[in-house]
């Protein structure tokens, strides 16, 4: 059974601070973690990805960290902006995504 | 800019009724998903296409879901007849499936009423 759990529904973080966002994963079969960000009235978004081979991958102020042994990631915002504030969705998979349920985060200035 | 557009953005309908959802992938793309927003459950995948064709429809209830897709340009989820707890945010997402990870970009949603 393959599922994603994000298990605070919502964070929020002082402005210029960092954000870090958790999941946890059941099934280490699936090559692919995705996190996707969502604002009101919108679809979601892609955000960054990192595959399974690798424990960091890094795209400006976003970075997401693989940790194989705890089935655990988390993505890493610094610094954190107002534009940030969204809801983050983390998934598995590479054609077909299972997602969690979504963290709102919140950036106050 | 390249988007994938959905209609209605929103529908209010009473319980019983027909619902009908279209979605338009954007132009190339040739795989096409249908996922489902509800408050307790999260995101969750309905079905997907690769080539117009059905992939995986596990996650739609089948009795009163389809999916289809007529041309390449346009995908389908209707709901017959339509309940109370089908109301949710429907999302269709398109990427262009070549085997490996695929990016989904998702259109901006259908908000479903059932009353």
């Known amino acids: 059974d393959q599922q994603v759990k994000q298990n605070s529904p919502s964070l929020s973080v002082q402005e210029g601070r960092i954000s870090i966002l958790n999941c946890d994963y059941t099934?280490?079969?699936?090559?692919?973690f995705l996190w996707y960000k969502k604002y009101p009235a919108e679809g979601p978004t892609f955000l960054i990805s990192i595959s399974s081979i690798k424990d960091k991958n890094e795209d400006g102020r976003f970075t997401v960290f693989l940790n194989k042994s705890a089935k655990h990631l988390s993505l890493h915002i610094v610094p954190s902006q107002p534009g940030d504030s969204a809801v983050y969705f983390c998934?598995?998979?590479?054609?077909?995504?299972?997602f969690g349920q979504g963290t709102r985060l919140t950036i106050n200035p | 800019d390249a988007r994938v557009t959905q209609t209605p953005r929103h529908k209010v309908t009473e319980m019983g009724q027909e619902v009908t959802m279209r979605c338009q992938p954007i132009l190339g793309h040739n795989t096409v998903f249908w996922y489902r927003q509800t408050m307790m459950q999260g995101l969750e995948l309905l079905a997907y296409f690769r080539n117009r064709a059905p992939l995986d429809d596990s996650g739609m209830p089948k009795d009163r879901f389809s999916a289809e897709m007529p041309d390449a340009t346009l995908a389908t989820l209707k709901i017959q007849p339509s309940e109370p707890r089908d109301s949710a945010v429907y999302f269709c997402?398109?990427?262009?499936?070549?085997?490996?990870?695929?990016?989904?970009?998702f259109g901006p949603g259908t908000r479903l009423l059932v009353l």
């Open positions: 099934n280490s079969m699936f090559d692919y």
């Open positions: 998934s598995q998979g590479a054609q077909k995504l299972v």
């Open positions: 997402a398109s990427g262009l499936g070549t085997g490996g990870l695929e990016t989904q970009y």
